[in-house]
């Protein structure tokens, strides 16, 4: 009788050491290709800063998609923040590694990011009015990305939320397409 309880104690032991729960859920990431910026030297941004919000853009996109198990929707959410940040600094470290992980199926780690999605959204917001007092079509089109991704990060900023539907309004809906290297959606 203790033949068989150590028999199938090892046995037990042996297959939860070979199947150690739920396989990783597999995922397809279709990598957002730059080659060329969308925008020139002419943006009302400086080098450092478009770095900075490259890497921040990037942390959160790579959090998000960890956090909701690589989800088709977490995924199409991410992919616009990762193509505005390779277009913002496209020899970004933190963007290209990230981005060739996902392309390869495999799971960044978890990224640590300056500021907490809230905290960013307000930053977005705030540079974005800034560009878009500045003026040119670059620094508008940039404001106008900024603003729809802030609404989007903090669904409580009644501010982000408030400028994001006027520009949608008097502007329609932003072209994602131009910039993710994705066919675009039909209205």
Same mark, same amino acid.
């Given at each position: 009788m203790n033949g068989i309880w150590q028999a199938a104690t090892i046995?037990? /032991?042996? #297959? +939860? =050491? =070979?199947?150690?729960? %739920?396989?990783?859920?597999?995922?397809?990431?279709?990598? $957002?290709?730059? =080659? %060329?910026?969308?925008?020139?030297?002419?943006?009302?941004?400086?080098d450092s800063e478009r770095e900075e919000y490259a890497s921040n853009l990037t942390g959160l996109a790579v959090n998000q998609i960890i956090a +909701?198990? +690589?989800? $088709? %929707?977490?995924?199409?959410? &991410? !992919?616009?923040?990762? +193509?505005? &940040? /390779?277009?913002?600094?496209? !020899?970004?470290? !933190? =963007?290209l590694v990230a981005n060739f992980q996902l392309s390869k199926g495999v799971f960044p780690e978890v990224s640590k990011t300056d500021y907490s999605p809230q905290v960013f959204a307000r930053l977005l917001l705030t540079?974005?009015?800034?560009?878009?007092?500045?003026?040119?079509? %670059?620094?508008r089109r940039l404001a106008r990305m900024f603003?729809? /991704?802030?609404?989007? #990060?903090? $669904?409580?900023?009644?501010d982000a939320i408030y400028a994001s539907e006027i520009q949608r309004l008097d502007h329609?809906?932003?072209?994602?397409?131009?910039i993710t290297n994705s066919p675009a959606k039909a209205p």
């Open positions: 046995f037990s /032991l042996g #297959m +939860a =050491v =070979v199947c150690p729960g %739920e396989p990783p859920k597999s995922f397809t990431w279709d990598p $957002p290709k730059v =080659v %060329e910026s969308a925008f020139s030297r002419d943006l009302g941004m400086m +909701a198990k +690589a989800t $088709p %929707e977490s995924i199409a959410d &991410a !992919r616009p923040m990762f +193509a505005l &940040a /390779l277009h913002l600094s496209p !020899r970004n470290k !933190r =963007v540079r974005g009015q800034l560009l878009e007092k500045q003026g040119g079509d %670059e620094n603003i729809h /991704l802030a609404a989007g #990060m903090d $669904p409580k900023n009644e329609g809906e932003i072209d994602w397409s131009a």
